[in-house]
């Protein structure tokens, strides 16, 4: 069964920095475009970043993260990163991965970012 795992949430200061990871099994992790999505309380899910298959080339992401945040992937880590710059208050959320294989969608279990001075 595909399985991904999010990790490198925590609480970061208004202006600071968070790595996001998300590495994934039994899945051809090269082969499928990646996807990270927050979900803030009270709000729906929204796409954060994608990146292309393969080596990533294309890059695509909300205008309220360019410039800030940088999603990046190393397949033969199977994982797909998030890079956090410049983290602003509206940005707190619970962070998932995502893809879509035959038409399934595969989710991690999230994780959490809080924004707080």
């Known amino acids: 069964q595909v399985q991904f795992v999010e990790s490198g949430g925590g609480v970061v200061q208004p202006g600071g920095s968070l790595r996001l990871s998300c590495t994934g099994s039994?899945?051809?992790?090269?082969?499928?475009?990646m996807g990270w999505y927050r979900q803030a309380p009270g709000k729906d899910r929204e796409l954060v970043a994608r990146?292309?298959?393969?080596?990533?080339?294309?890059?695509d992401y909300t205008d309220s993260v360019k410039g800030r945040f940088t999603i990046s992937r190393v397949n033969p880590k199977n994982t797909v990163y998030l890079q956090m710059d410049s983290v602003k208050p509206e940005d707190p959320a619970v962070y998932y991965c995502?893809?879509?294989?035959?038409?399934?969608?595969?989710w991690g279990q999230g994780t959490r970012v809080t924004v707080s001075s």
């Open positions: 990146i292309s298959p393969g080596q990533g080339d294309n890059t």
């Open positions: 039994r899945i051809d992790f090269s082969a499928y475009a």
């Open positions: 995502h893809t879509m294989r035959n038409y399934q969608n595969y």
